[in-house]
């Protein structure tokens, strides 16, 4: 499959998503930049603007498996990843898999439970798969976490540790709809839940299709070059205590090769970079307690770093 075709099937999806979700289409759009980037996402928001929602109309209209996990306080990892039971009969332990083995898992509230059963999730979501008993598993391809968490609620949560955070290719916020969107979400909302009108457009197979040819879009030395200047520039940045990753350098790429042929582009351009990095960096950042004490975000420290990073000029290829 060639980028050129992969587009109009990636459009086709977000119009599906959208007869739910409404008037957030940077926000959709985004999110399918994430899965097809092959990562995870977390969307992080006030309650009630759309979160699970966003998960569950991207989970129907694909052709997936699909698993819910409610996370609370009284969750264990095995509820998570399954676990081995004896079987009398044959005298050998048989493993039941767990709701982590689905093509699109939902963590709704993530940060309710806590760090022990949290951590369940790390090696699935790096290496995909899952050990019980000393014995890994396999996951299913494709497979993606969506993970969801209020931000104003403390009370009885767990912040999620860095290095969960890391494995987020990107994190997103819905924000409230204006007032003409809220008033047609009324309208459609008013007899019953367009999620029911959701059919699948993409079938798991065109998935892997579509991410080895959005994997083929060019990127530049320089652009290369860019992305590693401003992750850099992260760590020697005096308001944070810990800078971005090298997996957060690899997420920032592949996600501007998505973006790009999202777009119909078969290279990736500087401003490619410059709309993804608020969104892919600022979750793996640690603020000094200074910075903190001044309420300086991650958000507002890629900004700056960005302002100090020149722009590479020569970045478009010589073969378009």
């Known amino acids: 499959?060639?980028?050129?075709?992969?587009?109009?099937?990636?459009?086709?999806?977000?119009?599906?998503?959208?007869?739910?979700?409404?008037?957030?289409?940077?926000?959709?759009?985004?999110?399918?930049?994430a899965f097809f980037a092959e990562g995870h996402l977390l969307i992080e928001d006030v309650p009630g603007v759309g979160k699970t929602m966003l998960a569950r109309s991207l989970a129907r209209s694909l052709d997936c498996s699909f698993k819910r996990i409610q996370f609370t306080p009284d969750l264990l990892p095995s509820d998570i990843t399954g676990t081995s039971v004896f079987n009398q009969k044959t005298s050998e332990f048989n493993f039941h898999p767990g709701p982590v083995f689905a093509n699109i898992v939902l963590a709704d509230?993530?940060?309710?439970?806590?760090?022990?059963?949290?951590?369940?999730?790390?090696?699935?979501?790096?290496?995909?798969?899952?050990?019980?008993d000393g014995v890994t598993h396999i996951l299913p391809r494709p497979f993606f976490v969506i993970a969801t968490q209020n931000n104003i609620e403390y009370q009885g949560t767990f912040p999620l540790p860095e290095a969960q955070l890391d494995r987020f290719v990107m994190r997103l916020s819905?924000?409230?709809?204006?007032?003409?969107?809220?008033?047609?979400?009324?309208?459609?909302?008013?007899?019953?839940?367009?999620?029911?009108?959701?059919?699948?457009?993409?079938?798991?197979?065109?998935?892997?299709?579509?991410?080895?040819?959005?994997?083929?879009?060019?990127?530049?030395?320089a652009i290369k070059d860019y992305i590693v200047a401003l992750v850099q520039a992260t760590r020697a940045h005096p308001s944070l205590a810990l800078g971005a990753s090298p997996r957060g350098s690899l997420d920032l790429l592949h996600c501007s090769q998505v973006l790009a042929g999202l777009r119909g582009r078969s290279y990736v351009l500087p401003d490619d970079i410059k709309l993804l990095a608020p969104y892919v960096l600022p979750h793996r950042?640690?603020?000094?307690?200074?910075?903190?004490?001044?309420?300086?975000?991650?958000?507002?420290?890629?900004?700056?770093?960005?302002?100090?990073?020149?722009?590479?000029?020569?970045?478009?290829?010589?073969?378009?």
Not at 179 to 189: K, M, N, V
Not at 190 to 218: N, T
Not at 291 to 307: F, K, W, Y
């Open 1 to 33: 499959m060639q980028v050129s075709e992969a587009c109009p099937r990636v459009r086709h999806l977000v119009e599906e998503i959208e007869r739910v979700i409404v008037g957030k289409r940077p926000v959709v759009e985004l999110a399918l930049v």
């Open 109 to 132: 509230e993530i940060n309710r439970a806590t760090p022990k059963t949290q951590s369940s999730l790390l090696e699935g979501m790096e290496e995909f798969q899952v050990s019980v």
């Open 174 to 221: 819905l924000g409230y709809p204006s007032a003409d969107d809220e008033a047609t979400i009324l309208s459609r909302q008013e007899r019953y839940h367009p999620i029911q009108d959701v059919r699948p457009v993409l079938a798991g197979a065109e998935v892997k299709e579509i991410c080895a040819a959005l994997r083929e879009v060019h990127i530049s030395p």
């Open 285 to 320: 950042l640690v603020l000094q307690p200074e910075a903190r004490l001044r309420r300086i975000s991650g958000e507002q420290t890629i900004r700056d770093v960005m302002r100090q990073v020149p722009v590479p000029v020569d970045a478009a290829p010589s073969r378009a």
